[in-house]
């Protein structure tokens, strides 16, 4: 079977450390092992581009393997991403890098994945340039992106001022897809200056080019706007016990359902619930923690429906 979705970001051989102090690791984690672990278990034919070194453990691999998530854009050089992702009291995460992958370009994308229906480039601390993003982007497929690893949350702290994009470089990069999501977390550290709310920055990516913009909000719920519409997408309750990788999910299953459907507003429900799922388990990235999509879609509440904001 051919692979109808791409993900593109490093890897990372993480270790967890929770408020209380426990410690969870080394696992698989990352925007790009979520998502394509998450696709795949959906039964979305899935691809990955990330490079892995030497010095991973033996077993890192393997949820991605488990999920059947095809293997042939994964290159292996000297170095794995590795970094510890550590949680305050009030919920904020902070990630501390302690080594980091080579930067993966255009050329790192087999032909074999060209013909994708979508790519998902999701970078932790921006692998993935301005440039790539271009070259991936001539192709013509549906292209949608994470913000976290372009300023957001899951950037280098110590080197985030020299990295930081200008707002214009931020515009052109967001200009380029179709699909823009970001945290909450992520728009206080990419719009910093301007203190936006959630919709205004929801607004913003429309703006700058997105056709499709998304702020996840934790608890919250998520925002969805387009130029026509703005929605309001109400969080599932469930029992939350881990939220890494909570927003990752999320995408994973909204780009799952739009590419099935094309339907926007059926696609952030769907992945309320897949995230649903994922957060009331822990351990990083395993193929056993993502659901199904019968599992996901039981957990849709009869009578859910986006709300206008």
Known sequence: MSVQLVTIGHILNETIIFADGARKGPVLGSPAAYSSVVTARLGIST???TKVG?????????????AGVDFGGIYFGDSTTTNELVYAPNGNKKLRYL????????KDIPISYHQAQAFYICPLNYEVSLETVSEIARLG????????????????????IQNKMSPSKMKELISFFDIVKASDEDCKMLFSDENLTEEESA?????????????????KGSLVFTQKSRHHIPSIK???????GGGDSYMGGF???????GDIYKSAIFASAVALCVIEETGGVRASRMPGEAEARERIPRGLEPELV
């Open 99 to 106: 080594k980091q992958a080579s930067p993966i370009t255009h």
């Open 47 to 49: 691809g990955i581009v």
């Open 54 to 66: 030497s010095d991973a453990p033996s077993n890192l691999l393997q949820p991605l393997k488990d």
């Open 255 to 261: 780009l799952t359902e739009f590419i099935r459907t």
């Open 203 to 219: 607004k913003r990516l429309i703006d700058w080019g997105a056709d499709i913009g998304i702020i996840t909000m934790g608890s």
């Open 238 to 244: 469930g029992r939350v016990i881990d939220v890494t």
């Open 141 to 160: 497929n549906l292209m949608a992106t994470d913000l976290g690893g372009y300023g957001g949350v899951h950037v280098n702290q110590k080197t985030y």
